[in-house]
């Protein structure tokens, strides 16, 4: 589970349906990308082989926590390795001292209108996290959620997504975006988890865009 982006209509969805064929081509295109990066990650059967020659166990071996100050410089680290193996094809992705200086300048904002959590080893090591941002508009913005490769499809995303379902609703907050990349197999796991595709300008459908508009309903799928 790997990955969110800025709010960006991506260039293959712009002036979407101009052009039925490029239209109707472009579902195809989606659906071919996300294949392929796919294809990059573990299964589910090998990231449980290794979470077993590890010692490692999902009900004990880890604790999900709020993220604070003193969790910077391993949360800019994680950062840097999960956007890497997320975008293999950026030549110069963002390094460790861009990361660990966009998490200080948040944590330094008096204005809380975020929140993070993180998932920890029992060695004290990180191996996710995922950030929720409370929008100017009062809605819930899922704004990053990463997992380390050997950690995915084992439950985590899961259990971060719900996390912040769960603040937002406490804070009485009944609908939820994320603006992800199209190709990322991650839109995948949105759909799953009840996100409906958003539309463009043009009404077209984004398919990297979803929103939870009635998001009490996601609790369905955190059982």
């Excluded at 990650?41 to 604070?68: C, M, P």
């Excluded at 769960?166 to 996100?195: D, H, Q």
């Excluded at 463009?200 to 984004?206: E, I, R, T």
Aim: aromatic share 12%; glycine share 6%.
């Amino acid at each position: 589970m790997n990955g969110t982006v800025s709010k960006t209509v991506f260039r293959f969805n712009r002036n979407q349906g101009s052009n039925p064929c490029l239209s109707a081509m472009k579902p195809i295109f989606v659906s071919f990308t996300r294949f392929l990066q796919n294809l990059r990650r573990r299964s589910k059967q090998a990231n449980l082989k290794l979470l077993k020659e590890r010692g490692e166990d999902i009900s004990t071996s880890f604790i999900i926590r709020e993220a604070t100050e003193k969790d910077i410089v391993p949360l800019a680290h994680l950062h840097v390795k999960t956007w890497s193996d997320t975008y293999p094809m950026v030549m110069r992705p963002p390094n460790f001292a861009t990361r660990e200086w966009q998490w200080k300048e948040l944590f330094a904002k008096k204005e809380r209108n975020w929140f993070v959590y993180i998932i920890e080893k029992n060695d004290g090591s990180l191996i996710g996290f995922t950030k929720g941002d409370i929008e100017d508009d009062g809605n819930g913005n899922l704004n990053k959620i990463y997992l380390l490769r050997e950690y995915q499809r084992l439950g985590f995303g899961r259990k971060m997504l719900c996390l912040v379902v769960k603040r937002f609703l406490s804070l009485r907050i009944k609908r939820m975006t994320v603006f992800a990349e199209a190709s990322n197999p991650s839109c995948w796991f949105y759909e799953k988890m009840g996100g409906q595709k958003m539309r463009n300008a043009d009404g077209s459908l984004n398919h990297g865009n979803y929103e939870w508009n009635e998001l009490e309903k996601v609790l369905d799928y955190c059982v």
